[in-house]
């Protein structure tokens, strides 16, 4: 094949990703997987697409709907292209276990799903709990999971008190410095995540992998935590 065949399937599953397509994403999957490889097809087709309908949604030029239909195909490309890894691809593939979730009493989703659909298209391994979920939940899965990092959505300020709930459960159980925690959603600020200790927060959608990525190469040489909002003062 040549590097010319190699770049049109790439430019067919970014552009399959951003037009929002499911059906034209599985199949540049197919046509990608056979030509340059899974992984050169997650890292350069697919999630390149998702990067740049992370920046339009950022810049006002598109809305919800085309990003959850981006999302969609992605899924979808991400499915074909997840089944032709090796098992030596899958663990170079994983840059962290993720377990995420909305938390207890609130039932937005919609954000947290993309966050998903980020972090999933920036090679990470995410265990989504979906939405309504209890602290012992998400301890009880990151344990289960030996996850890096726990993440909590939350859109409704009374729902607020269990991401605290959660930090102060991992605590009282001795393993806080088993996972990092970053929180998210439209009721929190950095000033809460501050005050509950978290070690990120994660402004938009897009900046979650970068997040989650930053926590991750740096390790447990920091000191305290830190807490960013990538694209946020
Ligand atoms: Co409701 N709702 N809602 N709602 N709803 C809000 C959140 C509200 C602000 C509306 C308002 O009053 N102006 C308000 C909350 C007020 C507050 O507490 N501060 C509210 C309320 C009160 C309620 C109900 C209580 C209403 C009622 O029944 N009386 C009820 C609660 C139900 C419950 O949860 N128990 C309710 C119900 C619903 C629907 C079911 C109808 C629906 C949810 C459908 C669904 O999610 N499947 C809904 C919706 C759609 C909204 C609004 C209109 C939109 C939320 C949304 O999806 N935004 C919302 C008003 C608003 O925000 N303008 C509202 C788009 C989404 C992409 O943004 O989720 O912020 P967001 O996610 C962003 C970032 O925050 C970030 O990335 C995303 C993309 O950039 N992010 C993370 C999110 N999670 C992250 C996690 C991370 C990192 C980044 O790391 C872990």
Redesign the pocket.
């Known amino acids: 094949m040549s590097a010319k065949d190699e770049s049109i399937v790439l430019k067919r599953l970014e552009e399959a990703v951003i037009n929002g397509d499911e059906q034209a994403a599985k199949a540049a999957a197919e046509e990608a997987a056979d030509i340059v490889g899974p992984t050169k097809a997650i890292n350069e087709g697919l999630a390149k697409g998702m990067a740049v309908i992370g920046e339009k949604?950022h810049n006002f030029e598109i809305f919800?709907p085309q990003v959850m239909l981006a999302a969609d195909a992605m899924k979808a490309g991400l499915e074909v292209l997840k089944s032709r890894l090796s098992k030596e691809e899958m663990a170079d593939m994983r840059k962290g276990v993720v377990v995420?979730g909305t938390v207890y009493?609130?039932?937005?989703?919609?954000?947290?799903n993309?966050?998903v659909a980020m972090l999933e298209s920036g090679g990470f391994e995410v265990h989504d709990l979906g939405v309504?979920v209890h602290p012992k939940k998400f301890v009880e899965e990151a344990r289960k999971v030996k996850a890096d990092i726990i993440?909590?959505?939350s859109?409704?300020?009374?729902?607020l008190y269990y991401q605290k709930e959660t930090v102060a459960l991992l605590q009282d159980m001795g393993i806080r410095e088993d996972h990092y925690v970053?929180?998210?959603?439209?009721?929190?600020t950095t000033r809460w995540a501050e005050e509950i200790a978290a070690d990120g927060w994660?402004?938009?959608?897009?900046?979650?992998p970068e997040l989650c990525r930053s926590l991750i190469e740096r390790g447990r040489e920091l000191k305290k935590p830190v807490i960013k909002g990538i694209t946020s003062a």
């Open positions: 949604f919800l995420i009493g609130d039932i937005h989703d919609i954000g947290k993309l966050v309504d993440g909590m959505s859109l409704l300020t009374s729902s970053i929180v998210g959603g439209a009721s929190v994660g402004k938009n959608a897009e900046d979650a």
